[in-house]
T-cell receptor
């Protein structure tokens, strides 16, 4: 069975400093991995996705993530935080379910990013 | 391409009433999933419809139901509303079941 663990429920950074949001996953086959961002009272917006191409994935708003199979991690980074980055971030894994031909989607519990001025 | 739309955006109901929420997916998407989001429980999966069939269901009581029409539009219904049903209800559509999802803005339901 697949699972996703976001290692920090809250992260606080100062504006202009790097951002690191950590995500570990487990899966049986060849997963697709996603990061979504959610601003207050809004829907989730796709930041970036990994689908077995390049392991370093670049997304919108300067975010990127690296798929590390050996560490089963897919951490989200940004070199310099902006006030507008304050939001909740979700790591999501999609993988095949054995013998069904179907995919299952699993969401992490979310990381709330605060950006201090 | 138009994104996922949800109507209404805000809704206020009283306990015991029922409510129907609507979701129009991105054109060509056949999968529609529904989620409930609350501060206490976070993001919880309700159900997924694919080509008018319920494919997956989360752990919610039978008061929560849904359906999908031939044009892929979906509705979810909550009967006998409880205070705890107050939440942001999110709809997401995708080309393939349980893969990259595109979310709507949500419907904020308040039960008084």
């Amino acid at each position: 069975a697949q699972s996703v663990t976001q290692l920090d429920s809250h992260v606080s950074v100062s504006e202009g400093t790097p951002v690191l949001l950590r995500c570990n996953y487990s899966s049986s086959y060849s997963p697709s991995l996603f990061w979504y961002v959610q601003h207050p009272n809004k829907g989730l917006q796709l930041l970036l996705k990994y689908t077995s191409a390049a392991t370093l994935v670049k997304g919108i708003n300067g975010f990127e993530a690296e798929f590390k199979k050996s560490e089963t991690s897919f951490h989200l980074t940004k070199p310099s935080a902006h006030m507008s980055d304050a939001a909740e971030y979700f790591c999501v894994v999609s993988d095949l379910v054995r013998d069904t031909g179907r995919r299952a989607l699993t969401f992490g519990s979310g990381t709330r990013l605060q950006v201090q001025p | 391409k138009a994104g996922v739309t949800q109507t209404p955006r805000y809704l206020i109901k009283t306990r015991g009433q029922q409510v129907t929420l609507s979701c129009s997916p991105i054109s060509g998407h056949r999968s529609v999933s529904w989620y409930q989001q609350t501060p206490g429980q976070g993001l919880q999966f309700l159900f997924e419809y694919f080509s008018e069939t319920q494919r997956n269901k989360g752990n919610f009581p039978g008061r929560f139901s849904g359906r999908q029409f031939s044009n892929s539009r979906s509705e979810m219904n909550v009967s006998t509303l409880e205070l705890g049903d107050s939440a942001l209800y999110l709809c997401a559509s995708s080309l393939e079941s349980n893969n990259e999802q595109f979310f709507g803005p949500g419907t904020r339901l308040t039960v008084l």
